[in-house]
């Protein structure tokens, strides 16, 4: 079962990402940004896009390329500083189409933010949100950059393509019926 990688990145975290579970899983790996490839020339997909401003950044990318992705099994990473749980469903919620939550298999993944490295509009947001922000560790975080960049992480993505790949291999191991 051929499938790649469709990602999209803006600091570099979600990049990261999307080379480490390349090198994991032989999966070629395509920054939707660039136009360089093809869904239907794919029999599952590994979509990977950060949050900014509580949505995937490539949510205009999927609308225009929902037929060709819930064609194909899929598996979407999101990254954020922001850990699994409603505060993120909210944002995946408001970013995509309902019946893409419900044809793929999510996997949150912690990336990183140096404020540093932001432009200043970014930057600007990021002090905005931090100082409005009622929960005092996540407040820091958006002040002053956090770091959970972790290759393990992406294990359950790994796992999740390897069994996509078995289950093509099991099925087409078996004796054609009629």
Do not use: C
């Amino acid at each position: 079962m051929k499938g790649a990688i469709f990602y999209s990145s803006r600091y570099g975290s979600t990049a990261q990402y999307a080379q480490w579970i390349g090198e994991a899983t032989d999966l070629a790996a395509f920054d939707v940004n660039a136009g360089s490839a093809n869904l239907s020339e794919y029999d599952f997909l590994v979509l990977g896009s950060p949050i900014i401003y509580h949505k995937l950044m490539f949510h205009k990318w999927v609308k225009r390329n929902l037929a060709g992705i819930l064609s194909s099994p899929a598996i979407l990473f999101s990254v954020s500083g922001a850990g699994a749980g409603p505060k993120l469903d909210a944002w995946i919620d408001e970013s995509l189409p309902a019946e893409l939550i419900a044809h793929v298999e999510h996997v949150a993944l912690r990336g990183r933010q140096n404020p540093r490295d932001l432009s200043w509009y970014d930057r600007i947001m990021l002090i905005i949100g931090g100082l409005k922000n009622p929960d005092p560790v996540a407040s820091r975080e958006e002040l002053k950059g956090f770091d959970f960049m972790d290759q393990s992480s992406i294990k359950p993505i790994v796992e999740m393509v390897g069994q996509l790949q078995r289950d093509k291999t099991a099925a087409s191991d078996r004796p054609a019926v009629g």
